[in-house]
């Protein structure tokens, strides 16, 4: 399918990362159009130029316009979802309402896995969407950084090479790089898994066990999230990139993970609701613990990192206790 112009866009989801998308493609698209789903946020918008609720110190362009709307995504060349990923489908749901045409690009950002289905977002968007071209943007990507226009690299997945080619000169500034992929697979499972071992991380971090057992559990946690990615159809390859360690790192020590702040809360001693609450925001890594959990067990993959945050965030065990228990597992070689 031919790939019309991509002159201008419309952003699902007028959050933190759709905010620094925006942004970040003000030197490329005219008009981009936010769609949000609180009023006083795209008024806001609309009237200061900034969002009032997320990167607030962030100034926008003229032509980012918001809007409470879906039907007004109709008529742009490119629809981006930038929603968390239990709104992913209630949101494509309504873009396929408001009558989208069959041969508009569809760009997901949301990491994670669907609870029940077990879908990855693409999935979930090509079910809704048989006909559309679909794409996945993917990597160490902090939308705080992308937002300041600090040096970044993303990975761009998709089955169709004329539409990866297409949005990699898209996502090509001075400071933003993007790469490749055909492993929509692997892409998205490096982006949804490494949520839950940031959280693992900020456990550590929050029992104070010393740099030394951080780097091992997040060394651990890339084989793991290699073994169990490729049993779900993934390319071993793409785990040791971007979307993968790359992923991986970032979100596991920067300050402005949402998961790690959750897993520092939690080795402080913090209950999970209050941890949640007082980040504030979406952590993706708590939901999704639950589907990845679920995805693991019905692919038969051994997965004890994972097992220990599910039990931490679902069967009320201490974080200390849980670390304690990774420990003190049989001996093992390391490549096994």
Same mark, same amino acid.
């Given at each position: 399918?031919?790939?019309?112009?991509?002159?201008?866009?419309? +952003?699902?989801?007028?959050?933190?990362?759709?905010?620094?998308?925006?942004?970040?493609?003000?030197?490329?698209?005219?008009?981009?159009?936010?769609?949000?789903?609180?009023?006083?946020?795209?008024?806001?918008?609309?009237?200061?130029?900034?969002?009032?609720?997320? *990167?607030?110190? +962030?100034?926008?362009?003229?032509?980012?316009?918001?809007?409470? &709307?879906?039907?007004?995504?109709?008529?742009?060349? *490119?629809?981006?979802?930038?929603?968390?990923?239990?709104? +992913?489908?209630? %949101?494509? %749901?309504?873009?396929?309402?408001?009558?989208?045409?069959? &041969?508009?690009? *569809?760009?997901?950002?949301?990491?994670?896995?669907?609870?029940?289905?077990?879908?990855?977002?693409?999935?979930?968007?090509?079910?809704?969407?048989?006909?559309?071209?679909?794409?996945?943007?993917?990597?160490?990507?902090?939308?705080?950084?992308?937002?300041?226009?600090?040096?970044?690299?993303? $990975?761009?997945?998709?089955?169709?090479?004329?539409?990866?080619?297409?949005?990699?000169?898209?996502?090509? *500034?001075?400071?933003?790089?993007?790469?490749?992929?055909?492993?929509?697979?692997?892409?998205?499972?490096?982006?949804?898994?490494?949520?839950?071992?940031?959280?693992?991380?900020?456990?550590?971090?929050?029992?104070?066990?010393?740099?030394?057992?951080?780097?091992?559990? $997040?060394?651990?946690?890339?084989?793991?999230?290699?073994?169990?990615?490729?049993?779900?159809?993934?390319?071993?390859?793409?785990?040791?990139?971007?979307?993968?360690?790359?992923?991986?790192?970032?979100?596991?020590?920067?300050?402005?993970?949402?998961?790690?702040?959750?897993?520092?809360?939690?080795?402080?001693?913090?209950?999970?609701?209050?941890?949640?609450?007082?980040?504030?925001?979406?952590? %993706?890594?708590?939901?999704?613990?639950?589907?990845?959990?679920?995805?693991?067990?019905?692919?038969? $993959?051994?997965?004890?990192?994972?097992?220990?945050?599910?039990?931490?965030?679902?069967?009320?065990?201490?974080?200390?206790?849980?670390?304690?228990?990774?420990?003190?597992? &049989?001996?093992?070689? %390391?490549?096994?």
């Amino acid at each position: 399918m031919a790939i019309n112009p991509i002159t201008s866009a419309a +952003i699902l989801g007028a959050g933190s990362l759709g905010t620094a998308l925006a942004k970040l493609l003000t030197p490329k698209l005219s008009p981009i159009i936010l769609v949000s789903n609180e009023t006083s946020c795209a008024d806001g918008i609309n009237r200061n130029h900034r969002n009032p609720k997320y *990167l607030t110190d +962030i100034p926008l362009a003229s032509h980012i316009r918001a809007t409470t &709307d879906h039907r007004e995504a109709v008529g742009h060349p *490119l629809v981006i979802f930038a929603v968390p990923t239990l709104a +992913i489908r209630s %949101e494509a %749901e309504k873009l396929k309402a408001a009558g989208i045409p069959n &041969d508009v690009p *569809l760009l997901t950002c949301a990491k994670g896995i669907e609870r029940n289905t077990g879908e990855r977002m693409s999935e979930i968007l090509r079910e809704i969407f048989p006909h559309n071209p679909i794409a996945v943007l993917t990597g160490p990507n902090h939308a705080e950084e992308i937002a300041n226009d600090l040096v970044t690299c993303a $990975v761009i997945a998709s089955e169709d090479a004329q539409l990866a080619a297409e949005l990699q000169q898209l996502f090509t *500034l001075p400071y933003f790089r993007s790469y490749t992929s055909n492993d929509l697979a692997g892409a998205e499972i490096g982006g949804a898994v490494k949520n839950v071992y940031a959280i693992a991380a900020g456990m550590a971090h929050g029992l104070g066990l010393g740099d030394n057992a951080v780097a091992a559990l $997040v060394t651990r946690a890339l084989a793991e999230m290699t073994r169990l990615g490729t049993a779900l159809g993934g390319h071993p390859e793409t785990f040791s990139g971007l979307s993968g360690v790359g992923d991986l790192i970032v979100t596991c020590f920067s300050e402005h993970s949402r998961n790690h702040r959750v897993g520092l809360a939690l080795g402080k001693g913090q209950s999970l609701e209050q941890a949640v609450q007082s980040l504030g925001m979406v952590a %993706e890594g708590v939901p999704n613990t639950l589907s990845i959990h679920d995805a693991a067990r019905k692919a038969g $993959v051994r997965t004890p990192i994972l097992d220990a945050v599910y039990s931490v965030l679902y069967e009320n065990k201490q974080a200390a206790a849980a670390m304690h228990e990774l420990l003190n597992r &049989d001996p093992r070689p %390391e490549t096994s």
